[in-house]
């Protein structure tokens, strides 16, 4: 069962625009949604992360959006740059449990 | 060390032989996480340890896999008489509390890639 559903799972944004990545969650226990960014041949790094009672929260150029009530949220990226261009997963955990990752987004950021 | 570190990076093994794969978590980090993520897709979940301690092994995918912890620290995962199945990236994580991700999040190592020949 596929608790956390991403799209899509591939997106070519120019320099300079917006990325946009959307992830849907169907356990409502879940408390804790964070955004992973992956390079070829690394492990995960956390970018930015929320909890269910914040409908938004922005760390630079990163910005997650969250609706509770159609239990979805989004990361933008503003100002894409060619740096940006991993692999994004969307994530959801309850308590300090086992993380629930969505099926990632191949990002490219073109010139 | 500064992070979770992994070892071997890579893997070669032939179908059917055991393997051993090592997690240095980052020192002082309770929780410990083992996941697998196959080509093209997300992390999947095996298995949690708090200190020595295997809370959650719902995700091994059969009696093949085993995973340890004995001093609550650098952690193993086994996988015996690997299957061509098996070949995936397998990828070790810790945190430091007991508390929720917000108050200590869990950070990655860089992943053993397993090759089953």
């Known amino acids: 069962q596929q608790q956390v559903k991403q799209s899509p799972q591939s997106l070519i944004v120019q320099k300079g625009g917006i990325s946009i990545i959307n992830c849907a969650y169907e356990?409502?226990?879940?408390?804790?949604f964070p955004w992973y960014q992956q390079f070829p041949g690394k492990g995960p790094a956390l970018l930015i992360a929320?909890?269910?009672?914040?409908s938004e929260k922005k760390e630079g150029r990163f910005t997650i959006s969250f609706n509770k009530s159609a239990k979805q949220f989004s990361l933008h990226i503003m100002d894409s740059q060619p740096g940006d261009s991993a692999t994004y997963f969307c994530?959801?955990?309850?308590?300090?449990?086992?993380?629930?990752f969505g099926t990632g987004t191949r990002l490219t950021i073109i010139p | 060390g500064a992070g979770v570190s992994q070892s071997p990076r890579y893997k070669v093994a032939k179908r059917g032989q055991d393997v051993a794969l090592r997690c240095d978590p980052i020192?002082?980090?309770?929780?410990l996480f083992w996941y697998q993520q196959a080509l093209g897709q997300g992390p999947e979940f095996l298995t949690y340890?708090?200190?020595?301690?295997?809370?959650?092994k719902s995700g091994l995918p059969s009696d093949r896999f085993f995973a340890e912890r004995p001093e609550g620290s650098v952690s193993t995962l086994k996988i015996q008489r690997t299957q061509q199945e098996d070949s995936a990236v397998y990828l070790c994580?810790?945190?430091?509390?007991?508390?929720?991700?917000?108050?200590?999040?869990?950070?990655f190592g860089q992943g053993t890639r397993l090759t089953v020949v």
């Open positions: 020192s002082g980090h309770v929780s």
């Open positions: 340890f708090q200190n020595e301690a295997q809370l959650d």
């Open positions: 994530a959801a955990a309850f308590g300090n449990e086992k993380l629930t």
């Open positions: 994580a810790s945190s430091l509390s007991r508390k929720g991700y917000l108050d200590q999040p869990a950070f």
């Open positions: 356990n409502t226990a879940f408390d804790y």
């Open positions: 929320i909890r269910p009672d914040v």
